[in-house]
C-alpha cells in the first residue's frame, strides 16, 4: 500500500473516531463509494498520489526523502500509469472514494448535531413541558423527496417518530404507490413538538404564528442539509410555514410553488383524506404525487395513473 494512500485511510479513519466521539451512529455511504474502495490499493493510480504529493510545499518524512533518492531502486511512480495519466489533474477513484464518503460523513454529522440541538430545544416552555418526545423527522437524508405535516399528534409524541398514527399509515400508502417506502423519503413536520392542549384529555390543535416561527428553523436546516429535489407539503399548515402563505390549500394544491429554489408541490393533508373519503379527494392527492414523481423522473406505470379513476 503506498504511504500516500495509507495517509489519506488514516485521515478517513481518524475522521469517523471523532464523529463516533461526538455520537454520531451512522454515515450514509453512495454503492460507487464503497465499490471504489473496495479496490485493491496496488490498481490505485499511485502515480497521481505522488504527483500531488510532490506538488505540496512541504517537505517528505525524512526516511521517504531519502530512502527515494537512493540511485537505482524502482520507485512506486516507475510501477505506475503512463505519464499521461501522472500529470492529468484529475482525482482518482479512490480519491473522489474517499471525498464522497468524508462530505457524506460531514453530512451525517451536521445531521446529528441538528437534532441535538431540536432534542434539547424548551424555546417554548409549555410544549417543552407537555411533550413526551421531540418529533424530529425519520427517513432518508440523501432523499429526493421530502413530506412535510403539519405537528406530531399523540401518537407521534409517544414513538418520537412523524406519521405514525391514523393519517401517517395512509401517508405511507400514499408512499408505497409511487414505488417508494417510507425509508427512501424523508418526512418532518413544520413543529417539531405536539401542541399542548391543557385541561383536555384528547384532540389537536392547530400550532400557533408564533409556535411555528419559533419551530420552523430547525425545518430549514433540515432542507438545506437533505436538498430534496422535490418536497410535498401536506396541508395548508406545511405551506403557511414553508411559503408564507395563507391561500386557501384547495386553491394552492397541484399548482408547484417554490420553497428556496426547490419545486413544492401542496397538497392535501391525509388526515383530510381520512375525514372525506371521496375519491375525487383521494384522485386530487394522487395527482400531486403523479406531478411530483414525473419531477423526479420516476417511472410510472399505466396503472399508476389511474389510480383512483372511476371505471
Ligand atoms: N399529522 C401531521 O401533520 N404530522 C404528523 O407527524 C402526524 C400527523
Ligand atoms: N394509494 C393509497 O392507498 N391512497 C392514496 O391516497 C394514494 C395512493
Not at 464503497?34 to 510545499?57: G, S, T, W
Request: proline content about 7%.
Amino acid at each position: 500500500m503506498s504511504d500516500s494512500y495509507r495517509q489519506l485511510l488514516d485521515a478517513t479513519i481518524q475522521h469517523v473516531e471523532s464523529l463516533k466521539a461526538r455520537g454520531v451512529r451512522h454515515v450514509a455511504v453512495a454503492p460507487e463509494t464503497l465499490r471504489a474502495l473496495a479496490q485493491p490499493a496496488a490498481k490505485f493510480p499511485i502515480a497521481n498520489y505522488q504527483a500531488q504529493v510532490e506538488k505540496q510545499p512541504a517537505p517528505l518524512p525524512e526516511g521517504l526523502a531519502k530512502k527515494s533518492e537512493i540511485g537505482n531502486r524502482k520507485s512506486e511512480t516507475d510501477l505506475s500509469l503512463p505519464a499521461s495519466a501522472a500529470t492529468n489533474n484529475d482525482v482518482s477513484p479512490v480519491q473522489s472514494a474517499i471525498r464522497n464518503l468524508q462530505s457524506a460523513m460531514d453530512k451525517s454529522a451536521a445531521f446529528a448535531a441538528l437534532r441535538e440541538r431540536a432534542l434539547a430545544c424548551v424555546k417554548c416552555p409549555n410544549l417543552a413541558e407537555s411533550r413526551k418526545n421531540v418529533v424530529f423527522g425519520v427517513g432518508s437524508i440523501d432523499a429526493q423527496l421530502m413530506f412535510v405535516g403539519e405537528a406530531p399528534g399523540v401518537d407521534e409524541d409517544e414513538q418520537g417518530e412523524p406519521f405514525v398514527g391514523a393519517a401517517g399509515q395512509l401517508l405511507a400508502r400514499i408512499i408505497l404507490a409511487t414505488g417508494l417506502s417510507r425509508a427512501d423519503v424523508y418526512i418532518a413536520n413544520i413543529l417539531k413538538c405536539r401542541p399542548d392542549t391543557p385541561g383536555q384529555s384528547a384532540g389537536n390543535r392547530k400550532p400557533t404564528p408564533a409556535e411555528m416561527q419559533t419551530c420552523v428553523p430547525f425545518l430549514h436546516e433540515q432542507i438545506d442539509l437533505i436538498r430534496p429535489k422535490v418536497i410535498v407539503a401536506l396541508g395548508a399548515t406545511a405551506v403557511e410555514g414553508l411559503l408564507g402563505k395563507t391561500v386557501g390549500i384547495t386553491k394552492l394544491r397541484g399548482h408547484w410553488q417554490t420553497y428556496r429554489g426547490t419545486p413544492l408541490m401542496p397538497t392535501y393533508h391525509p388526515a383530510y383524506l381520512l375525514r372525506n373519503q371521496a375519491m375525487s379527494e383521494k384522485r386530487r392527492v394522487w395527482e400531486d404525487m403523479l406531478a411530483a414523481m414525473e419531477k423526479l423522473e420516476m417511472p410510472i406505470s399505466e396503472k399508476q395513473r389511474n389510480f383512483f379513476l372511476k371505471a
